[in-house]
């Protein structure tokens, strides 16, 4: 699978969109992107995965550029509660997730 | 998406024993996977665990070390063997859901066993 490069860390003020970069220059036509998040102790959440297209659900949005090579994870409003780590997969169906670093975010008051 | 419990939810140990973490899914899955995910680290995938068959193990775990059950669609367990402290982690177990209107999987994780051996 394509490795990922993700910021380690960023800050969002609260009530602001975040917007968390993703690099995924060696994506192949069937990788999707995926993103989940994990909140300090917890098991990691599932936020959202994308193809092609871009795509919208109730915790976020993906906006995947046209030749695939990056994304963008969106919070429309972050809360504090969205203070977590947040990583980006590349995966062909089938495979494992691989789980790299992350981005570090911290909501700020 | 699936509601994974694991049981315990964290535990001390002495070093030289077992622990048997439990994982129960609220619907029937074929894949469930185990994790390891060391202090400040990212996850690890330790083994695949398929109904019916024997788990697989990624390079790096052994069955020896990590011994896997399962019994059902719904259950398995991950059995900790002869402890370190260098086994001090969290152990998460996860399930894989196909989306029928994506056409993709979706793994979905369990909270997490916290493990410290002393």
């Known amino acids: 699978d394509a490795k990922t490069t993700q910021p380690t860390s960023m800050d969002c003020a609260e009530g602001r969109a975040a917007n968390l970069p993703c690099n995924h220059s060696t994506i192949s036509g069937n990788e999707y992107v995926y993103w989940y998040r994990q909140i300090h102790s917890q098991g990691p959440q599932y936020i959202i995965h994308g193809l092609k297209n871009n795509e919208t659900n109730e915790m976020a949005s993906l906006i995947i550029t046209e030749d695939r090579k990056s994304s963008t994870l969106i919070l429309p409003h972050a809360t504090l509660r969205d203070t977590a780590v947040y990583y980006c997969?590349?995966?062909?169906?089938?495979?494992?997730?691989?789980f790299g670093t992350g981005t570090s975010l911290t909501v700020i008051p | 998406s699936a509601v994974i419990s694991q049981k315990p939810s964290r535990d001390i140990c002495q070093r030289g024993t077992s622990l048997t973490i439990q994982c129960q899914v609220d619907?029937?899955?074929?894949?469930m996977f185990w994790y390891r995910q060391q202090p400040g680290q990212s996850l690890t995938l330790i083994a695949t665990?398929?109904?019916?068959?024997?788990?697989?193990?990624e390079s790096g775990f052994v069955i020896d070390k990590f011994p896997i059950s399962r019994p059902n669609l719904t259950f398995s367990t991950l059995t900790v063997s002869n402890m370190s402290p260098e086994d001090s982690s969290i152990y998460l177990c996860s399930v894989e859901q196909y989306g029928w209107e994506k056409g993709q999987e979706t793994q979905y994780f369990g909270p997490g066993t916290r493990l410290l051996v002393l």
């Open positions: 997969i590349v995966r062909v169906a089938g495979n494992q997730f691989y």
């Open positions: 619907s029937q899955v074929t894949m």
């Open positions: 665990a398929n109904q019916g068959s024997e788990a697989t193990y």
